[in-house]
């Protein structure tokens, strides 16, 4: 196709105002204007003609260099692919046209031969942004996404072209992310701190001097920063999760071929373990300030104070729910009377109020096993009839003013109850009762531990919670109580069969051979000759139980068909081990 390098100025004829171009005068001399080039496109697909140009070049070599990659392109796909030559000319009119520069031929061959878009120099910051405003999906979903992508990638990796990410970008990322950690560690360890030499730490108003220390010390602590949370292993998963889903969309629309988000190796994100509070650790949160677990339990025993405390509060029932029967918090708010068959005993998760931001909605259950139904024991039953009879006065008292939601557990006008608001309460109510801290959520693990403490199989307790793997309730929903563990490690005891005599032996101390008047014979020591072969009776080389040399010697352990033991009457004295001979094999 025809092309060609030229050199043109921006004079101006004073008499038409038009531009001289290429019959300037002055463009006799080398160093008057700049050189341009031009080269025809292959035509658009209605025959129309189309050409590439562009100008500024200050010398013909830079012209000429920038027209020889445009020919190079041109000629990337045979004379038989025509469509192949119109996408290589859209992708050049499109360069034009934004002034963009020109595609490298490697990279443009590479995309060519392998069917993607040609047109798309697109960084990972502007396709995270495209993929996140195309998300159909649930608000707390696509919340994650867009913090995940605001706080991590876009910052670290949003300005790598889209088809340039490579595995070693990623593995940077995430060796930034773990030093960063540990500079928010470092500064949260130094707020720790500070805060406290900001505390008097005595019942007495400290004295004057002390309050102007205590004084410039708040000030210190008010110039730092707050607490900030560490990117743990589970936060590095998502993170390369949310980055893999978008990745994985892009290649399914040709942008581009790997995904290098599927080949970052991360420390894996376990859940994390339930603990009990027992009192030891309880005693060290009381020292340290700080929870053993980030998922914690109660006892039976400080479940039944904390339920005792919120007898008096108007949506006690509502903690029963979740405290017997693992109802999340959206679930437990959104509950419906129609939903709710207290003579039958039954409850119906089918609706959830969630929060996002500070704004509640309604929606469906968080998973497909979540739409479920959960059997109603009758103290819960009891407790949930107890509620309705007071929201019943309510609705009475409020009159027209009462906003009929339908729901269970409401406000006192009727209206939905907020999320973070319950949560409020039963930490308020927990603090008053003198507990340990758990979260609200901390309740439903609770469920799944009592329940399998009652002896509930693993299966219900899955069904229970609204899990849809078994896996997920056995390693995080639930936690081994102390009075369970101690009842399993007594019961494991009782299975290994023990000689009476021997137990009582082992309590009272007292060794076989042992008489009030001394030792027997038996378990006096004999010198052994030079030629006498070495015995050992229970651990004890030198010593003997048996008969003369030679002789066979009588396993205890062995009764005979008469019940008694071989050789002789069953002891009613502690047993030893049987002697081995070393000639016995």
């Not at 080269?39 to 012209?63: C, I, M, N, V, W």
């Not at 139980?545 to 071989?566: C, E, F, H, Y």
């Amino acid at each position: 196709m025809k092309g060609s390098t030229f050199r043109r100025c921006a004079c101006r004829n004073p008499e038409t105002g038009k531009q001289y171009g290429q019959s300037c005068p002055k463009l006799s001399n080398k160093r008057h204007g700049l050189w341009n080039i031009r080269q025809e496109l292959p035509p658009h697909e209605d025959g129309t003609r189309r050409t590439f140009r562009r100008s500024g070049y200050p010398s013909k070599t830079e012209a000429q260099a920038d027209l020889d990659k445009v020919r190079a392109l041109l000629a990337i796909p045979g004379d038989d692919d025509p469509e192949g030559r119109t996408r290589i000319g859209d992708l050049l009119e499109s360069v034009a046209a934004k002034k963009e520069a020109i595609p490298e031929y490697e990279e443009t061959q590479r995309r060519f031969r392998s069917g993607q878009a040609l047109n798309v120099r697109m960084t990972v910051g502007a396709w995270l942004d495209e993929w996140l405003a195309g998300k159909r999906r649930r608000d707390t979903t696509v919340s994650g996404y867009e913090s995940r992508i605001r706080v991590h990638l876009k910052p670290r990796i949003g300005h790598v072209a889209l088809d340039r990410l490579r595995v070693g970008h990623l593995v940077e990322m995430f060796d930034a992310i773990e030093d960063a950690n540990e500079e928010i560690e470092a500064e949260n360890q130094t707020r720790r701190e500070q805060e406290q030499r900001c505390k008097w730490g005595k019942r007495s108003r400290p004295p004057a001097t002390e309050r102007a220390r205590l004084a410039e010390e708040r000030a210190k602590l008010a110039e730092m920063k707050p607490h900030r949370k560490l990117t743990g292993p589970t936060s590095r998963q998502r993170i390369r999760a949310t980055l893999r889903a978008a990745l994985n969309d892009a290649i399914a629309q040709q942008l581009i071929t790997f995904n290098p988000a599927a080949h970052v190796e991360l420390d894996s994100g376990r859940r994390p373990k339930a603990l009990v509070w027992t009192r030891e650790r309880i005693a060290e949160w009381k020292r340290t300030g700080e929870k053993p677990s980030p998922v914690m339990v109660w006892t039976p025993e400080q479940t039944g104070q904390f339920l005792d405390r919120a007898a008096r509060h108007r949506l006690y029932a509502l903690y029963h729910l979740i405290a017997f029967r693992g109802l999340r918090r959206g679930e437990a708010c959104g509950q419906r009377w129609t939903d709710t068959d207290l003579n039958a005993g039954l409850l119906t998760v089918a609706r959830q109020l969630v929060q996002h931001g500070w704004k509640v909605e309604e929606s469906a259950p968080k998973t497909d096993s979540g739409a479920r139904v959960i059997a109603l024991d009758a103290e819960t039953v009891k407790a949930l009839k107890a509620h309705r009879r007071s929201q019943r006065k309510e609705r009475l008292a409020w009159g027209e003013a009462y906003t009929d939601t339908g729901r269970v557990f409401t406000q006192e006008n009727g209206e939905w109850l907020h999320p973070a608001w319950v949560t409020d309460q039963f930490q308020r109510l927990a603090a008053e009762a003198g507990l340990p801290p758990i979260r609200l959520h901390d309740l439903r693990h609770g469920a799944a531990t009592l329940a399998l403490a009652a002896g509930a199989d693993m299966k219900v307790v899955q069904e229970m919670l609204g899990h849809s793997s078994i896996t997920i309730t056995s390693d995080t929903y639930t936690s081994v109580l102390p009075e369970v563990a101690r009842e399993a490690a007594e019961a494991a005891a009782r299975l290994v069969p023990r000689q009476a005599a021997r137990t009582a032996g082992l309590t009272s101390g007292s060794h076989e051979g042992e008489n009030r008047g001394g030792k027997s014979e038996a378990s006096r020591p004999v010198k052994p000759g030079r030629d006498a072969k070495l015995q050992v009776s229970g651990g004890t080389a030198g010593t003997t139980d048996g008969g003369p040399s030679g002789a066979r010697t009588l396993n205890q352990w062995i009764k005979s068909p008469g019940g008694g033991v071989m050789g002789g009457p069953a002891r009613s004295s502690p047993v030893r081990f049987p002697l081995v001979s070393s000639d016995m094999a």
